[in-house]
């Protein structure tokens, strides 16, 4: 065949821009992988002079022989889709011959069998798929357009106008100084960021100028969409059924081609239908990022126009939220049911596939032949043997009743060439069976509902990624604290930001005291999640120093600082002395908590000295002691709570205080009735920290305590007086282990001790508490000792006696404790 030039207008066309649009007849030939012909439409028929008996299985060169190109007069606009805008695109023998591996558009003057010579534009497009079908070639009269009546004899009319193929059809040629196509090249790659300017102003001119429209684009391919097949309107069908009649009612023989036509609109309708059935369900799955609630959408967008059963299977990976999978699936592969639907009586399939059971598939079964090739699997009807080998997996559950005589159809839901699941469609026996156009209509559905279910897992991945970092850095912090008890809670901003830098923290120190600390680092994401994780270690750290709170966060200060200046973050630092009955704390830049005194239910905020935040460097900061009393509650929370965009903060903190003084059964019904409170205002964007303190405090009489002058004869007294304290309190079955634990610590600390007594302290509460103080700085440190050392083995003994230990340093020395559980009370 002879090279065509790209033009797609006779060369001597006018100029004139006015004409009548009419229908386009297209010739419709596919071409399988062996050169032959598999599909000869009507239009081929007109068009090419040869009737569809003798086309089908000839070699698709025979067919359309070239006797001459046309002038090679070029026309920027209409061109190979694959080559470039200046050059001619590849002739249709080539397209014909093999090796075309994108669209590519052209024109020839071809010889048909009567003798004449017809000027010809044409299409072709390669099919990529499980079928033997390779390109798909259209063609029609470039002698133009033509309305009912104006076409005699398979040959064109020319209109008054004279104008060749722009009057074919707006979407074949259209003029490249369309005013907007500079603004559509330049705006593209917003849409598209991966998309470079130039490939922008490539596929906008391909759409303006060439006529087929880019459908989808990737690194890899580039699809265009076929042009308009020209389906008949209702008009044209009342036409033809007009001239019948008049032909009939005259006598005459019956206009030619009417059945064939017929039949075209018959397969037109069908494609169409299978179109808009596509686009139902794609306007149907995908409407939320929720994995459960699209699996449910795929399945049930299928059920029952296409299919009267429908199976969802997905690997582990995807039901699990977790990473992409890897490799290929075998047979050990688990896939999991995930949705079930039919339409037969309620229950029918329910004991047999239940929802939720995952399992294998044998290599002898279509469903792995679908999942490791990733292409539909079509099985007309299934046999009483195929039925028996697919119910052999069932275990002791009889499925062939179900399935035996149905036809079925697997499907794989693939995204970025991955098989994440498939689906089993089946159809009742008294349906029309699947056929090759459903087993293509299936394939698109699912790699359709393929990407939705991709989207909707890697946003539960992602979510999941997002509250697993957020979980693993707040604090697991015990319910109940020495002379207190403690209830937290943590909200996440946005959907999309699930990580921030809010926090709260609980720590014990020595002296049965407790700190309290939230905090808040500026902004969201995971570099806010991040500052926050340093600075909630290093307020751990500082806090085990027993620091006094200003002076922890006036280091905190200095942290931030030498962390860089980036970020800037607010803190609240309270220790609690239940012993005392009185609270210690700074503020950095936060909100003031609330204290909820237990006499009168009423509820105020603390007046402290507010300070700058963390990160600002080079300002004091101060402290102050309050004085509370058992039953009160200090609530601590961060501005997310009580701060709203166009809304005072005043008011947020004022229904802080009202929601805090409610009286509630339990420390968790407190903090749910303070969020209820402040979370339903709507329009909350930021995360929220919340930490409840009820101070119980601990009575006089559950503490006891000595001072032991510097004198290793003090040890035996030491022993003596907490076993007679420990028996008037009722802890007699405590008193042989104590009494070994407090002899090694005070031997310790007699023996290191510079100036100040000993001090020692046994406190009454969940547990019993034992401290031992001198004024050494140097913590001692757990060792092991060799058979021939007299030194090294006390802190062993502690270590394995006693329910916790540990040690601190002090203002004036250092601190080493033990806790024991308390028996059980019997009756």
């Not at 029309?432 to 989207?455: K, P, Q, Y």
């Not at 704390?585 to 700058?612: C, F, K, Q, W, Y």
Request: some cysteine; charged content about 25%.
């Amino acid at each position: 065949m002879d090279r065509g030039t790209d033009r797609a207008a006779s060369p001597s066309r006018p100029a004139g821009s006015g004409g009548r649009a009419g229908r386009v007849p297209l010739a419709v030939v596919v071409v399988d992988r062996e050169g032959l012909v598999s599909h000869w439409s009507s239009g081929a028929r007109r068009l090419f002079g040869v009737p569809k008996e003798s086309a089908i299985g000839r070699p698709a060169t025979d067919l359309l022989p070239v006797s001459g190109a046309l002038p090679e007069e070029r026309e920027p606009g209409l061109h190979g889709a694959h080559g470039g805008y200046d050059g001619l695109g590849p002739d249709l023998e080539s397209s014909l011959g093999g090796g075309l591996s994108y669209p590519a558009a052209g024109r020839a003057r071809l010889d048909v069998p009567d003798g004449d010579r017809a000027d010809v534009l044409w299409w072709a497009y390669p099919l990529v798929g499980p079928g033997p079908e390779r390109l798909l070639v259209l063609a029609a009269d470039a002698a133009g357009p033509y309305r009912d009546g104006e076409r005699e004899g398979g040959r064109g009319v020319e209109h008054e106008d004279g104008r060749g193929v722009e009057r074919i059809a707006p979407a074949f040629a259209l003029h490249t100084d369309f005013p907007g196509a500079e603004d559509l090249a330049r705006r593209l790659p917003e849409i598209l960021p991966s998309m470079s300017v130039g490939e922008s102003a490539r596929i906008v001119a391909q759409v303006l100028e060439l006529g087929y429209p880019v459908m989808e684009f990737s690194q890899n391919d580039r699809v265009p969409v076929t042009p308009d097949w020209g389906v008949p309107r209702r008009a044209e069908r009342r036409a033809r059924r007009e001239r019948l009649a008049h032909a009939t009612a005259a006598g005459e023989p019956p206009p030619d081609g009417p059945a064939e036509d017929d039949a075209e609109d018959l397969e037109y309708t069908a494609v169409r239908e299978r179109l808009e059935f596509l686009n139902e369900v794609s306007g149907r799955i995908g409407t939320s990022l929720d994995l459960s609630r699209t699996i449910v959408e795929v399945s049930r967008a299928v059920v029952p126009r296409f299919t009267d059963v429908a199976g969802t299977y997905l690997r582990e990976q995807v039901v699990a939220g977790e990473g992409f999978p890897d490799g290929v699936p075998d047979t050990t592969t688990l896939w999991h049911r995930v949705a079930v639907e039919h339409t037969d009586e309620p229950g029918r399939w329910d004991d047999v596939v239940p929802v939720g059971e995952a399992m294998p598939f044998p290599a002898h079964t279509p469903f792995f032949q679908c999942m490791t090739s990733g292409e539909p699997v079509l099985v007309p009807r299934i046999s009483e043997q195929m039925g028996h080998a697919i119910a052999s997996q069932f275990e002791k559950r009889d499925i062939r009743p179900l399935i035996t005589g149905r036809s079925m159809l697997v499907v794989p839901l693939k995204a970025r060439d991955v098989v994440l699941g498939f689906m089993i469609l089946l159809r009742h026996p008294e349906r029309v069976e699947f056929n090759d156009m459903d087993r293509v209509t299936g394939a698109e559905l699912a790699a359709r509902a393929g990407l939705v279910l991709d989207n909707a897992r890697m946003y539960t991945y992602q979510e999941s990624v997002a509250e697993t970092l957020q979980d693993s850095m707040l604090p697991h912090i015990p319910a109940r604290r020495a002379g207190c008890d403690i209830a937290t809670r943590y909200l996440p901003g946005t959907l999309l930001g699930r990580v921030g830098g809010d926090w709260f923290d609980s720590v014990k120190l020595p002296g049965a005291r407790t700190a309290f600390v939230v905090g808040d680092v500026m902004g969201h994401g995971l570099n806010s999640a991040a500052m926050m994780g340093q600075l909630r270690t290093a307020v751990q750290t500082m806090a085990a120093l027993d620091l006094p709170p200003a002076q922890l966060l006036r280091n905190l200060d200095d942290l931030a600082q030498r962390l860089g200046d980036t970020y800037l973050a607010t803190c609240l630092y309270a220790v609690y002395d239940p012993i005392g009955s009185e609270l210690h704390l700074a503020n950095a830049g936060h909100i003031p908590p609330v204290i909820v005194r237990a006499g009168d239910g009423r509820s105020e905020l603390l007046d402290l000295p507010t300070g700058a935040p963390i990160g600002v460097g080079g300002v004091p900061f101060e402290s102050v002691r309050v004085r509370v009393e058992p039953g009160d509650r200090l609530v601590m929370c961060t501005d997310g709570l009580v701060e709203m965009r166009g809304e005072d903060i005043g008011v947020g903190l004022a229904t802080l205080c009202e929601s805090a003084a409610h009286p509630a059964a339990s420390m968790d019904e407190a903090c749910d009735t303070i969020i209820r409170a402040l979370n339903t205002r709507g329009g909350r964007k930021d995360d929220v920290a919340l930490l409840m303190a009820r101070l119980n405090g601990i009575a006089p009489d559950d503490v006891a305590e000595w001072r032991l002058p510097l004198d290793p004869r003090q040890v035996p007294r030491a022993r003596a007086v907490v076993r007679e304290r420990l028996h008037d309190w009722g802890l007699g079955e405590l008193a042989d282990t104590a009494e070994l634990l407090v002899s090694e610590l005070a031997t310790n600390a007699l023996r290191h001790s510079v100036r100040r007594p000993v001090e020692l302290r046994l406190v009454r509460g969940d547990t019993l508490l034992c401290e031992v103080d001198d004024d050494e700085h140097e913590l001692p440190t757990l060792l092991s000792a060799g058979p021939g050392d007299e030194t090294g083995r006390g802190l062993r003994v502690v270590s394995t006696l006693a329910r916790e230990w540990g040690t601190s340093r002090t203002g004036t020395g250092k601190t080493v404790w033990f806790e024991l559980t308390l028996p059980r009370r019997r009756g």
